[in-house]
């Protein structure tokens, strides 16, 4: 999770594993998840606290056993809530775990309408759903197998994740997306991309209107309505998690860091950086390590 880029290269998933398991806690681990996607379902389960979530056009604040299940390459972000903690876990897994490249009915009816978006998921399960108790009992379920981590485990993971999938099925959490459906997350996306691919170049407003052949002002609207926060401030998230991780994984000191992903002043940087992550990149850098 938190991965710096729009379309993430972290891998979640391998043909031998088909998931990954995250413990997850905001703002502590890392300040927010800055609007992205991924070819994998994901499913958190708030332990405790509340965030803001973004996921596609829907955008509302965690509680407190909430169960968020994302759709593979549904845009997706998390941000802290009124200085609120969040702690939740998180599990990314292959659509294989449901089946997709099989030619049953299921498969071709259920699974894959949901992977290329014929079918749209209610991302949000409250605790006032019909059938929370037992949605939770299967994401309980999908958790604990996920944590023990063994191929025995990973048959009752599989089983588990269908019965989840067959619980929202019944209870009319997925259903056909809308023909006239326009979500603005798919206006902007050439404009993400843009940024994730240029990070180090000069990059303005009027440059990312013109890769989704919007006007300046509308695209504006739309970039705000749908991340939740402006271009300009998105992208100084981007460069500031790029950043981050060039100090944990390269030498690089933190102005040659800056300066390749896109700052051209190093007290911006500086001011920027502590604004977002809450330190200085040499506490940033120093605190990372002692961690790894």
């Known amino acids: 999770m938190g991965n710096l880029c729009s379309e993430e290269n972290r891998v979640h998933s391998t043909l031998l594993v088909p998931f990954s398991y995250y413990k997850c806690l905001i703002p502590d681990y890392f300040a927010a998840v800055p609007f992205h996607w991924h070819s994998e379902f994901e499913i958190n389960h708030i332990i405790s606290g509340c965030a803001e979530f973004i996921c596609g056009d829907d955008k509302f604040v965690s509680a407190e056993g909430d169960i968020i299940i994302i759709p593979p390459n549904m845009f997706h972000a998390i941000y802290p809530h009124d200085n609120s903690k969040q702690i939740y876990d998180t599990i990314v897994f292959s659509p294989e775990m449901l089946g997709a490249s099989e030619n049953d009915r299921s498969a071709v009816s259920c699974v894959r309408p949901i992977i290329n978006g014929e079918f749209v998921v209610n991302s949000r399960i409250t605790k006032e759903h019909i059938y929370y108790d037992e949605i939770k009992i299967s994401v309980d379920n999908i958790f604990s197998c996920a944590k ?99 100090l944990c994984e390269t030498d690089m000191t933190a102005s040659e860091a800056a300066f390749g992903c896109g700052f051209r002043n190093l007290s911006n940087f500086n001011r920027r950086f502590k604004e977002i992550m809450g330190c200085t990149p040499c506490e940033y850098r120093k605190a990372a390590r002692k961690k790894g």
């Open 148 to 246: 023990g981590n063994t191929p025995q485990l990973d048959m009752l993971m599989k089983s588990e994740l269908l019965r989840l999938f067959w619980l929202l099925e019944i209870s009319g959490d997925i259903y056909c997306a809308s023909e006239n459906a326009v979500s603005t997350g798919g206006i902007i996306r050439p404009a993400i991309e843009y940024m994730n691919e240029n990070i180090g170049e000069d990059i303005t407003i009027e440059l990312l209107a013109d890769t989704v052949h919007l006007s300046k002002s509308y695209f504006m609207r739309c970039f705000k309505k749908t991340v939740g926060i402006g271009a300009i401030e998105y992208l100084a998230q981007l460069r500031v998690k790029k950043v981050c991780a060039l």
